[in-house]
């Protein structure tokens, strides 16, 4: 990476930690669970944790990847296993946890990763109320199914960390196209930063990463994402190592505070740079598809 894209970088992203031994101190050992882990971040994440000790479960959809996935940790002299559950199923995910909690009691680490994003004009969702119940289903009612099963146990044994992978949509002024994503991602984040104080008293530590563009399958169909300064996944997951070893309550690029308020006393100005950029962008072949 040379010094223009060093800066840009430190600019745009969430700061990161790349020291695998101070990884490997913090995770050897541990039980962490890690959602959407067959592709992008997920995967990355789990690879990074298997190699530095953890004992790694790997829940998303697709089992042909986790066991992928799995395999390729277990040679490496990690430690995964797999479980392959839809968790915008409800029971399935309700049996996942109490299946998790009886084989390893009180987990060390939750990283919620699933997730699925959406960017569709209104003109385009008026017949389509399916991508409201979608991205309601995996980033905001899955999660909180899952942790509901998994919590009990990590609050009596009194310790556990909750790693959320958020965006930085949630913490400034939504953009046009993506309401059914950011809705749906902004609703955990409060429902995760309601319980919170309730979890820390029971020693149960909240990490929320407020992410920025990350260059996975999520956002390649839509094709003005990838002229956007970003992150390929193994370098998100420096992210995620970060906050495993600090537990910071967030991690955000060094600006989003300052966003946050300018989103609030310039509303209306901003409003008016939405809806021109709105105007001069357009929906994705793959928004403006069929599939349902």
Do not use: C
Request: no cysteine; charged share 25%.
């Amino acid at each position: 990476m040379n010094i223009p894209n060093i800066l840009l970088d430190r600019l745009v992203n969430p700061p990161r930690s790349t020291d695998p031994d101070r990884l490997r101190r913090a995770v050897q050992g541990k039980k962490v669970l890690v959602t959407g882990a067959s592709f992008g971040l997920g995967e990355a994440t789990a690879r990074k944790l298997g190699a530095a000790g953890a004992t790694v479960l790997l829940v998303a959809r697709t089992a042909e990847k986790l066991d992928d996935v799995a395999a390729s940790i277990n040679a490496g002299g990690g430690s995964a296993v797999t479980y392959a559950v839809d968790l915008t199923d409800e029971p399935a995910t309700a049996e996942l946890a109490k299946r998790i909690t009886e084989e390893y009691g009180a987990l060390d680490i939750v990283v919620n990763n699933a997730g699925k994003s959406i960017r569709r004009s209104l003109d385009l969702q008026y017949d389509r109320p399916q991508d409201f119940q979608r991205t309601i289903d995996i980033n905001y009612l899955g999660p909180i199914r899952l942790l509901l099963g998994l919590l009990p146990a990590m609050r009596e044994a009194g310790a556990g960390h909750i790693v959320n992978i958020s965006t930085i949509g949630v913490r400034i002024s939504p953009a046009p196209r993506w309401g059914a994503y950011q809705a749906s991602k902004g609703a955990f984040d409060t429902w995760l930063r309601s319980v919170g104080p309730e979890l820390r008293a029971d020693g149960v530590r909240i990490s929320s990463l407020y992410m920025g563009l990350i260059y996975t399958r999520m956002s390649a169909p839509t094709p003005t994402l990838r002229n956007l300064p970003g992150l390929h996944p193994d370098e998100a997951a420096d992210i995620v190592s970060k906050a495993i070893i600090e537990r910071p309550r967030t991690i955000e690029p060094w600006w989003v505070g300052s966003a946050e308020l300018a989103s609030t006393i310039a509303s209306g100005p901003l409003d008016l740079a939405l809806r021109i950029m709105h105007r001069n962008s357009a929906d994705s072949e793959s928004a403006r598809g069929s599939e349902r």
